[in-house]
């Protein structure tokens, strides 16, 4: 196990590297004093706020998937559901696997005794069709502000309608009593048996449903998440000294996501891939390529800065080591993860 997890930090290490050998060479011509005069001429204190609002947002994120577990059973606890979904987050900073997260949900909700298979598979599949519900609300709302041109709109709201409906999908197929038979015949092979599963799955599925004054609540909070994105986004600008507004922010800092989780696992979250189309984003909305890569650069250090501790806190409480982390998580994938592809 701390073989491949070795070869997932390298695989970061090299990604990463090249990424941003990438944007030094192309847009600062080999000049890291240019990088640095940029930085130099920020306000440090939006650093703070920067930071604050990055936990924020994925505080945001737990606070909504616990309110989708809290309709389907009355026990659940907020601090115990934030701390799986930060930890669950925090294994796609290790391993580098399409639906990681999700998986690892699913693995620690059964896990822990929290919440059968169906009610976690159900959950996180409804939080998936909310935070892409919100996105894509939020990323239309913004580009008809910004009178953003046509290949904008393509190169965004594409990507976010196939994920919706790429996970309303996920949401409703297990309920099929065809599928079923598929999720049957990949479990057996892991050592599982999930039979009955579609049955139950159909009776977990109607329950939440049936649960509109709590979807509707985490709706909310999934739009909260939204806000609190863009608002870290203007703070991480206000750094560099670059004044941004709100829509734009949302653009560079949120709608991203879109285009992100079509592309295939190909770094422990997503470095240095980011930083590049985050870079090319932000420039495409009329920020200059130099500062655009400065604030590319300077998200991912306030990811570290605002997540890394809420990350490494929630595995620990929940009594995990980095090992267990993915050793968990890929145990699971198979077999519970097949649905999730």
Known sequence: ?????????????V?????????????????????????????PIAALFAAL????????????FFIILYALSRE???????????????????????????VAKIYFLKELGIA???????????????????????????????????????????????????????????ASPKIEGLIVRVSTKFGHDLRGFSSK?????????????????????????????????VATAGILGVQIPVWEAVIIFDSLQTIIWLLPAITPGGVGIYELLQTLLATW???SPDTSAALAIMTRALF???????????????????KKVVSLAEKEKGAIGAPMA
């Open 1 to 13: 196990m701390l073989s491949k997890i070795r070869k997932y930090a390298f695989i970061a290490v």
């Open 285 to 287: 909305l009329g920020i």
């Open 53 to 64: 609002f990055r936990a924020s947002a994925l505080i945001m994120h737990g606070i909504t």
């Open 116 to 174: 059968s298979v169906e009610e976690a598979y159900a959950a996180v599949a409804m939080h998936r069709i909310l935070l892409t519900g919100s996105v894509t609300a939020a990323t239309v709302v913004s580009l008809s502000i910004l009178h953003a041109p046509m290949l904008m709109w393509l190169v965004l709201v594409i990507p976010a309608l196939g994920l919706l409906a790429a996970n309303t999908a996920i949401l409703l197929a297990p």
């Open 201 to 233: 799955y159909r009776e977990v599925f109607m329950r939440l449903l049936s649960s509109k004054r709590y979807l509707a609540l985490a709706l909310v909070m999934a739009f909260g998440e939204r806000l609190s994105n863009a608002v870290f986004g």
């Open 15 to 43: 990604v990463g590297l090249l990424s941003y050998a990438i944007i030094f060479l192309v847009i600062y011509r080999g000049s890291i004093g240019e990088f640095i005069d940029i930085v130099s001429h920020g306000d």
């Open 76 to 102: 659940m606890r907020l601090m115990k559901v934030i701390q799986i979904t930060s930890t669950s987050i925090f294994v796609e900073f290790i391993a580098p696997v399409g639906g990681i997260t999700e």
């Open 304 to 322: 570290i800065i605002g997540e890394y501790p809420i990350f490494l806190a929630s595995t620990m409480a929940l009594g995990l080591s980095l």
